[in-house]
């Protein structure tokens, strides 16, 4: 079972994603990406061998973000996976566990490569398993302004504002400590107000914590941090993806 998608809709004059609805051109059209050049939906069946998901996106070249979850097919409890192409433990792509708080880990049997059409997944029943031809999907997202991306930092505990190269106001910004067992912390536009956080790996809803954004909504270059340990502990590493809003 595999996905293809054909060029379709331009990616700039879209809300959401830079521009806001508008005409475009013919020159302005076929001078910007598309949608499926930044963002795929990918589902395949599990071989239990090494292969090349090849969803279009180029992921080496530009930059972006991988996630994975098996679908069906015996066990399906295994970890939601996410991988970007900024961090790497010894040349392997890390990946986080988006269900739980652990900190960051590295296999080459469950995703080996970014590549400049996709990623390579390995033997591991969580990205590629062959055990009751289980299923697996997936979902990419490229760097590109008004779109995705993707920020590294070392905390300082200390209130900071933290640049991205997004270029427009972000609608969400998900961060998780990758050297730590702590949770995933979400600002979201859609939240009460910029005292509330939501925890990715949790089930239940908005809390209050001035902490951890110091009550202050992101910009068009940059988010805030406040002192909280989970986001911004002094010498810890952190990962941030960085979502448009509409």
């Excluded at 879209?14 to 076929?30: I, P, Q, R, T, W």
């Excluded at 986080?96 to 591991?124: H, I, P, R, W, Y």
């Excluded at 200390?158 to 961060?175: A, E, N, Y």
């Amino acid at each position: 079972m595999t996905n293809s998608y054909k060029k379709e809709y331009p990616f700039v004059g879209y809300a959401g994603f830079g521009g806001g609805v508008g005409a475009l051109s013919a020159k302005s059209a076929a001078s910007k990406p598309y949608v499926d050049d930044v963002f795929s939906p990918y589902v395949w069946t599990g071989t239990g061998s090494s292969r090349d998901i090849s969803n279009g996106i180029d992921l080496s070249g530009k930059g972006g973000m991988a996630w994975i979850k098996k679908r069906d097919g015996g066990s399906i409890d295994q970890n939601n996976v996410i991988l970007d192409t900024e961090r790497d433990i010894g040349g392997v792509p890390a990946y986080l566990a988006a269900n739980t708080d652990e900190g960051q880990d590295a296999s080459a049997t469950l995703f080996s490569a970014f590549n400049s059409d996709g990623f390579t997944v390995g033997s591991s029943d969580i990205t590629n398993g062959s055990y009751s031809t289980p299923t697996y999907g997936s979902w990419s997202f490229r760097k590109q302004k008004g779109f995705f991306d993707i920020v590294t930092y070392t905390g300082n505990g200390s209130v900071r504002t933290i640049d991205h190269s997004l270029g427009s106001v972000p609608g969400m910004v998900i961060v998780k400590k990758a050297d730590g067992s702590d949770p995933w912390y979400v600002w979201h536009r859609g939240l009460t107000n910029d005292t509330k956080v939501i925890n990715l790996n949790e089930t239940y809803g908005e809390s209050n914590n001035a902490d951890v954004w110091n009550s202050t909504a992101p910009t068009a270059t940059n988010f805030t941090l406040g002192t909280y340990s989970h986001t911004n502990q002094n010498g810890s590493e952190y990962v941030a993806y960085v979502f448009a809003g509409g």
